[in-house]
């Protein structure tokens, strides 16, 4: 079937470096994606967007690529910072549903 | 602050009982989703209310319901609870437009006994 997965289930990094987290794709119609932030005891909370016609957008120190080639989408995070760790979601948002793959728990060392 | 509230945040229920949980959309928002996380996965679609009407679900059985206010709140109801059923429960608020961004409230933590 068709699935959002992601590649890596932990990433640790060191405060000040850059992070990348990798989400794979498997619809090729898939037309909207998102990356979404989850602290504990809370709800996703949205970081950025990216549609289908655009291979890349900026947003504050994050950046997100989609490569439709290999459907694979990532996201950046630059001089990553203690509040950045959480477990981050990309999402497939399609018009009755939208799909979450299991998510990536990033932990920054200080 | 999405401005999506969810109620109660916490709740426990014994096996078999029913739960009702609430959602209360973002201002100008129509459209009302809702998913389920088990601990250490992610969210799971159960099903998705534009208008009042369920337009969209997920692999959930019949005993997962929902219904949508014309104020744009919703209610997830879960009959016959089961023990697999405890999980964080979170609603999702949009527009109806699939290439705009959905805002989740802070879930409701259900723990079913």
């Known amino acids: 079937g068709e699935s959002v997965g992601l590649h890596l289930p932990t990433l640790s990094v060191q405060e000040g470096d850059n992070s990348i987290i990798n989400c794979a794709y498997s619809?090729?119609?898939?037309?909207?994606f998102i990356w979404y932030k989850q602290e504990s005891g809370k709800g996703p909370q949205f970081i950025i967007d990216i549609r289908s016609n655009m291979d890349k957008r900026q947003g504050q120190r994050v950046t997100v690529l989609l490569n439709k080639t290999v459907k694979h989408l990532s996201l950046q995070i630059a001089a990553t910072q203690p509040g950045d760790s959480a477990v981050y979601f990309c999402a497939e948002r399609n018009p009755n549903d939208m799909r979450f793959g299991a998510g990536t728990r990033l932990t920054v060392k200080p | 602050e999405t401005g999506v509230t969810q109620s109660p945040t916490h709740l426990i229920k014994t096996r078999g009982q029913q739960v009702t949980l609430r959602c209360s959309s973002q201002s100008g928002h129509n459209t009302v989703s809702w998913y389920q996380q088990a601990l250490g996965q992610g969210p799971q679609f159960i099903f998705q209310?534009?208008?009042?009407?369920?337009?969209g679900r997920g692999n959930f059985p019949p005993r997962f319901s929902g219904l949508q206010f014309p104020n744009y709140s919703s209610e997830l109801n879960v009959n016959a609870l089961e023990l697999d059923d405890s999980a964080l429960y979170l609603c999702a608020s949009s527009l109806p437009n699939m290439n705009t961004e959905a805002f989740f409230g802070q879930g409701t933590r259900l723990t079913v006994v």
């Open positions: 209310y534009y208008r009042e009407e369920e337009n």
């Open positions: 619809n090729s119609a898939s037309d909207y």
